[in-house]
């Protein structure tokens, strides 16, 4: 069983950054994929960002040259590096790690406030 830890949200002003870690416990084995999703009360939640071993990295078409994804397979850590955040960027963040064997693992979120 995997466990996923998140940290680094928080309250921003709108222009800041925020950058975001997920830490995957549980598993000797690195994920497939790994990535970001938001949601806010209301609406689905969407892809952010994510990091595929077999097709690189995706990034929503809102965050693309603002947010940047990377990860540590040593480590089967993520992270998300948002910089410029607008207040729509304002979300629960959630973790999602995928391993090679399909199962699917998701965080318990972290809230990203921006706001003046």
């Known amino acids: 069983q995997v466990q996923l830890v998140e940290s680094g949200g928080g309250l921003v002003q709108p222009g800041g950054s925020l950058r975001l870690s997920c830490a995957a416990s549980?598993?000797?084995?690195?994920?497939?994929?790994m990535g970001w999703y938001r949601q806010v009360p209301g609406k689905q939640r969407e892809m952010v960002a994510r990091s595929s071993i077999f097709d690189g990295t995706n990034y929503a078409d809102s965050v693309k040259g603002r947010f940047t994804i990377s990860r540590d397979n040593a480590k089967n850590m993520v992270y998300l590096q948002m910089n410029s955040l607008k207040v729509e960027d304002t979300a629960v963040y959630f973790c999602?790690?995928?391993?090679?064997?399909?199962?699917?693992?998701w965080g318990q979120g972290t809230q990203v406030t921006v706001s003046s």
């Open positions: 999602n790690v995928v391993q090679f064997s399909g199962v699917n693992y």
């Open positions: 549980g598993s000797r084995f690195s994920m497939s994929n």
